[in-house]
Each structure stands twice: as structure tokens, then as C-alpha cells.
């Protein structure tokens, strides 16, 4: 089985907005010479008389400011303008404004309302009331916050809060060379990053340069704070507050981990741990969850939210608790109110028999053995085969190329790349007679077919869990697939 996910996640683009703006500062530090050059003592005074007022910013040393970032950032070999404007009015209150020629998302703040403005989508999600809680987009302190322990960006946010710009250059002086360019207001950090100044009439401008990718960090004198009425045409969907920054403060967090892990991430310690109707081991360095009981006791031990309709988890949940024929599988899916998009195959051993399932929240769509689709092409007999593109063209050629000699070394090999994607990050393979399933995690550095595989035992985890000792008598009546199904995500 091909698997896949897409779903709009317009938060998760907010946090990535927000980590653009001192990614290329990290940049120079991570790509400096390895020796240490002293630089000019009045080379350094001029550069950190020019980066003071943006220090203080950062620092949360300024009360009330108003800042424009602009860049143009390579991605995937095309050029990409985008612009973000942030502006501080108090201790409660703030404009962030993203806009890229596809998307744009703004955030507003004030003392009893938060509000993220979708313009694109015509939407906005507005939460009112007090809030509560530690992860807030309360301005003060909201720096420390975002930044968070786990990412290598969490030490540099909280060294900016020391200080003033005068310590923070003389400190990266003793790391890195920094250099001013001869007959130039501007200078050079760690051989590969330029960095350089202007002023004009309405703002103080900051201009950084690494490889391809540019920001110009302006100042400007004021932006005026939005007013609801701005968005007054947009469809508005209350949302709780609390929830609402919690979600903001968590995903910005999040995405600094993602781009710039620690140790801490990259690196973890293997403590076991177990908790009510779950439990979490490491098998050959592999993290395995094991939950057991009812879908809210489940949910609760996962520590999962809630949305509308019946989570991909909780379905296949229900499948092997309560189906035991494909077209019951079937028939629950299709009565059942989904969320995101997934794509499945569904294989039952009794019959060998299996379908291909498309489903997203408005539709449902099946696909049988060797059934013919405009978008996998002809049918491949006694097989199921979802893909996609190029992806789609080499997983058919391996199927056909070995029909009816698939072995559990074969089955790994179709999930190899390029059927698998370089952002891949799970691998399973499910071999259904003897009961075990092979998995493959990504790492910070290769994709899951890059990765070992691990062997889980499904009786011995079924057998020598307490948490699930009823689990096999359930597991019996279930769609269990004869076949070999392969998940690469």
C-alpha cells in the first residue's frame, strides 16, 4: 500500500513565517570557517552600532515597534518573494501579517481577542475571552517561549536576551571571522554571509545575504494596528482562544525543533515509560507505543485532540474490533464521517481478496484487483497498486516484473527509492501468515527506506502485553490480510 496525507494546515505555515525570520542568522553560524579570527575592534563598534536597534527588538527590549521583513528565498530552484510585517503595540497586543504570491495568513492580538485572518480563503478564526494556560502569544517573554529547549535555536534566544548588540558581536567575533568589505558599509560573517545597512527617509533597513537567499529587515515608524472591521467580509469561525494560541505557540515551537533539532531530539534517551492503557518501549532503537482499551481511553493515554468526524486511527481501530468481512470494512468506512485525506489498501487473508480505498472527508472511492484507473493506469492482475507519477511507473514495473514472486526481501525492496520519496518517513511491511511486520523509521538525515528495518512479533506483543492480553480473541474475527501490504508514508 501506497499511503499518503494532505491536509491544509494554515497554522503550520504561520509557524514556518515565523522561523524564516532568523533562520539565515543561524545560517552564518552553522556554516562558519572552523578557525577563529579577531575582527577589526572598529569594524566591530560600527557593526554593532548599526545592529542595536534591531538587537533590542529581538531582545524584547523594545515596548512598541513595528517591523517589515522581506525575502526571496530559493525554493526548489525557483525564486519565491515573501514579506512579513510584525508590529508591537503593548504588553498584550501585536499585527503579524504573512504574504507570499500563493498564500497569506495574518495574526492580530489584543487584549481580549486573537484572531488569524485567511484572506486567500476568505475566513477568519476569531477567539475571544481571557487565556489561560503557558503557551500563549502573550508579546512579553514570547520569544523564550516559542523557541523552546529542544532546538538549537532555543540557546541563541535566550543569549539575545542578555546583553546588548556590542556583547552579542563581540561574542560571534571569537567564533567566527567577521570582516568589513573593503570600501563598503557592510560585512562579511563566517566567509558566507553579507550583511549590510541603509537609511532612508521612513525606515533603517538591515540587508542579509547567504547563497541564494536574501532578507531585508526594515524598521519602519508605525504600522496601524488592523481593526476587526478590516475582515468584516470574511466568514468568521469562533475558535477557543486558549486553544487557539496554545496551537500557535506548540506549532511555532515545533517547526524550530523540525528545522533545527538538538541533541535532545536527534539523539534521545530510551526510557520506557508506561502509563494508563499504554505503554512506550524501544526495540533496537525503535520507538513502539502499545495502547490498549475503549478509543477515549485510548485518545486520552496517546494525548491526541479531537476533530470533526472519526479519526484514520480510530477507524482502522474499529475494523479489526468489529469487521470481519472486506465489505463490512467497506461499508464502515463509508458510513463513517472522515477527516483528513488517506489512501488505503484493505486485504482480507480469509478470501484473499483486497480493495483500494481513496477517502476524504466528502468522498470515497474503492478500486478492486486489477481494476483499471485513469490515475494508475491498467490493472494489474491479483494486485492492488496505489502510487503516483514517476513513483507510480517504477512500483508497477517491480510488481509486474516480479508477479507471484514476492517475498518478504522483495516486498522491502518495492518501498525502496525512488517509489519512496525523499521526505519519506515510514515504512511498514506487513507479512499477515506469520503474524510479524517489518518497520523503518526516518531519521534527521535519510528517509525510512534508507533506514534498517525492525521485526515486531505481533503474537509475542499481543501475547505478552497485560495491557492487551483480550486482544487476541478480537484479533481473530478480523480482517487479517494473507497478502503481503506494504505502507511507505
Same mark, same amino acid.
Given at each position: 500500500?501506497?499511503?499518503?496525507?494532505?491536509?491544509?494546515?494554515?497554522?503550520?505555515?504561520?509557524?514556518?513565517?515565523?522561523?524564516?525570520?532568523?533562520?539565515?542568522?543561524?545560517?552564518?553560524?552553522?556554516?562558519?570557517?572552523?578557525?577563529?579570527?579577531?575582527?577589526?575592534?572598529?569594524?566591530?563598534?560600527?557593526?554593532?552600532?548599526?545592529?542595536?536597534?534591531?538587537?533590542?527588538?529581538?531582545?524584547?527590549?523594545?515596548?512598541?515597534?513595528?517591523?517589515?521583513?522581506?525575502?526571496?528565498?530559493?525554493?526548489?530552484?525557483?525564486?519565491?518573494?515573501?514579506?512579513?510585517?510584525?508590529?508591537?503595540?503593548? @504588553?498584550?497586543?501585536?499585527?503579524?501579517?504573512?504574504?507570499?504570491?500563493?498564500?497569506?495568513?495574518?495574526?492580530?492580538?489584543?487584549?481580549?481577542?486573537?484572531?488569524?485572518?485567511?484572506?486567500?480563503?476568505?475566513?477568519?478564526?476569531?477567539?475571544?475571552?481571557?487565556?489561560?494556560?503557558?503557551?500563549?502569544?502573550?508579546?512579553?517573554?514570547?520569544?523564550?517561549?516559542?523557541?523552546?529547549?529542544?532546538?538549537?535555536?532555543?540557546?541563541?534566544?535566550?543569549?539575545?536576551?542578555?546583553?546588548?548588540?556590542?556583547?552579542?558581536?563581540?561574542?560571534?567575533?571569537?567564533?567566527?571571522?567577521?570582516?568589513?568589505?573593503?570600501?563598503?558599509?557592510?560585512?562579511?560573517?563566517?566567509?558566507?554571509?553579507?550583511?549590510?545597512?541603509?537609511?532612508?527617509?521612513?525606515?533603517?533597513?538591515?540587508?542579509?545575504?547567504?547563497?541564494?537567499?536574501?532578507?531585508?529587515?526594515?524598521?519602519?515608524?508605525?504600522?496601524?494596528?488592523?481593526?476587526?472591521?478590516?475582515?468584516?467580509?470574511?466568514?468568521?469561525?469562533?475558535?477557543?482562544?486558549?486553544?487557539?494560541?496554545?496551537?500557535?505557540?506548540?506549532?511555532?515551537?515545533?517547526?524550530?525543533?523540525?528545522?533545527?533539532?538538538?541533541?535532545?531530539?536527534?539523539?534521545?534517551?530510551?526510557?520506557?515509560?508506561?502509563?494508563?492503557?499504554?505503554?512506550?518501549?524501544?526495540?533496537?532503537?525503535?520507538?513502539?507505543?502499545?495502547?490498549?482499551?475503549?478509543?477515549?481511553?485510548?485518545?486520552?493515554?496517546?494525548?491526541?485532540?479531537?476533530?470533526?468526524?472519526?479519526?484514520?486511527?480510530?477507524?482502522?481501530?474499529?475494523?479489526?474490533?468489529?469487521?470481519?468481512?472486506?465489505?463490512?470494512?467497506?461499508?464502515?468506512?463509508?458510513?463513517?464521517?472522515?477527516?483528513?485525506?488517506?489512501?488505503?489498501?484493505?486485504? @482480507?487473508?480469509?478470501?484473499?481478496?483486497?480493495?483500494?480505498?481513496?477517502?476524504?472527508?466528502?468522498?470515497?472511492?474503492?478500486?478492486?484487483?486489477?481494476?483499471?484507473?485513469?490515475?494508475?493506469?491498467?490493472?494489474?492482475?491479483?494486485?492492488?497498486?496505489?502510487?503516483?507519477?514517476?513513483?507510480?511507473?517504477?512500483?508497477?514495473?517491480?510488481?509486474?516484473?516480479?508477479?507471484?514472486?514476492?517475498?518478504?526481501?522483495?516486498?522491502?525492496?518495492?518501498?525502496?527509492?525512488?517509489?519512496?520519496?525523499?521526505?519519506?518517513?515510514?515504512?511498514?511491511?506487513?507479512?499477515?501468515?506469520?503474524?510479524?511486520?517489518?518497520?523503518?523509521?526516518?531519521?534527521?538525515?535519510?528517509?525510512?527506506?534508507?533506514?534498517?528495518?525492525?521485526?515486531?512479533?505481533?503474537?509475542?506483543?499481543?501475547?505478552?502485553?497485560?495491557?492487551?492480553?483480550?486482544?487476541?480473541?478480537?484479533?481473530?474475527?478480523?480482517?487479517?490480510?494473507?497478502?503481503?501490504?506494504?505502507?511507505?508514508?
Amino acid at each position: 500500500m501506497i499511503r499518503s496525507k494532505t491536509a491544509q494546515r494554515p497554522m503550520f505555515a504561520v509557524c514556518i513565517a515565523f522561523a524564516l525570520v532568523a533562520s539565515l542568522s543561524l545560517r552564518s553560524r552553522a556554516l562558519a570557517d572552523a578557525g577563529t579570527v579577531e575582527a577589526d575592534a572598529l569594524s566591530r563598534k560600527e557593526l554593532a552600532e548599526s545592529v542595536e536597534p534591531f538587537y533590542r527588538i529581538w531582545s524584547g527590549k523594545e515596548d512598541r515597534f513595528a517591523l517589515r521583513v522581506n525575502g526571496s528565498v530559493q525554493i526548489k530552484g525557483t525564486p519565491q518573494a515573501i514579506q512579513l510585517d510584525v508590529a508591537k503595540f503593548d @504588553d498584550q497586543s501585536f499585527d503579524f501579517v504573512a504574504v507570499h504570491p500563493e498564500y497569506a495568513v495574518s495574526v492580530h492580538r489584543r487584549q481580549e481577542m486573537t484572531a488569524m485572518v485567511l484572506p486567500k480563503h476568505k475566513k477568519v478564526f476569531v477567539g475571544n475571552g481571557r487565556v489561560e494556560g503557558a503557551d500563549t502569544l502573550v508579546p512579553r517573554g514570547i520569544s523564550t517561549r516559542l523557541a523552546g529547549n529542544a532546538s538549537q535555536i532555543g540557546p541563541f534566544v535566550q543569549m539575545l536576551g542578555q546583553g546588548d548588540a556590542a556583547s552579542l558581536i563581540s561574542l560571534a567575533s571569537s567564533l567566527i571571522k567577521i570582516e568589513q568589505i573593503d570600501g563598503e558599509e557592510s560585512w562579511r560573517l563566517g566567509g558566507t554571509v553579507k550583511i549590510w545597512f541603509d537609511k532612508t527617509d521612513v525606515d533603517v533597513r538591515m540587508h542579509v545575504a547567504v547563497d541564494s537567499h536574501e532578507l531585508t529587515v526594515s524598521l519602519l515608524d508605525e504600522l496601524i494596528p488592523a481593526s476587526p472591521a478590516t475582515w468584516s467580509d470574511l466568514e468568521q469561525v469562533a475558535i477557543d482562544r486558549s486553544e487557539m494560541e496554545e496551537q500557535f505557540s506548540r506549532g511555532i515551537r515545533r517547526a524550530w525543533e523540525v528545522v533545527w533539532p538538538s541533541h535532545e531530539l536527534t539523539i534521545p534517551k530510551s526510557l520506557s515509560k508506561k502509563t494508563a492503557h499504554g505503554e512506550l518501549k524501544y526495540v533496537e532503537g525503535q520507538r513502539l507505543v502499545v495502547l490498549a482499551g475503549t478509543p477515549e481511553q485510548i485518545g486520552t493515554a496517546h494525548g491526541e485532540g479531537q476533530w470533526d468526524g472519526v479519526p484514520m486511527a480510530t477507524l482502522m481501530r474499529r475494523a479489526l474490533e468489529e469487521c470481519s468481512t472486506l465489505q463490512q470494512v467497506t461499508d464502515l468506512w463509508t458510513k463513517s464521517p472522515r477527516t483528513c485525506e488517506y489512501y488505503y489498501v484493505f486485504a @482480507d487473508g480469509k478470501t484473499n481478496d483486497a480493495v483500494g480505498v481513496a477517502a476524504t472527508p466528502e468522498k470515497l472511492e474503492l478500486i478492486g484487483p486489477g481494476q483499471a484507473d485513469a490515475r494508475l493506469g491498467e490493472g494489474i492482475q491479483d494486485a492492488v497498486v496505489l502510487s503516483a507519477g514517476s513513483r507510480l511507473e517504477t512500483l508497477r514495473a517491480r510488481v509486474i516484473e516480479n508477479h507471484g514472486k514476492i517475498d518478504t526481501e522483495k516486498a522491502l525492496w518495492l518501498m525502496s527509492r525512488p517509489v519512496a520519496m525523499s521526505s519519506n518517513l515510514h515504512n511498514v511491511l506487513f507479512i499477515p501468515a506469520d503474524r510479524v511486520f517489518y518497520v523503518a523509521n526516518a531519521d534527521h538525515h535519510n528517509p525510512a527506506a534508507d533506514r534498517p528495518y525492525v521485526k515486531f512479533d505481533l503474537n509475542a506483543l499481543l501475547g505478552g502485553s497485560g495491557l492487551i492480553s483480550a486482544a487476541n480473541a478480537a484479533a481473530k474475527e478480523a480482517v487479517v490480510p494473507n497478502r503481503v501490504p506494504l505502507s511507505v508514508r
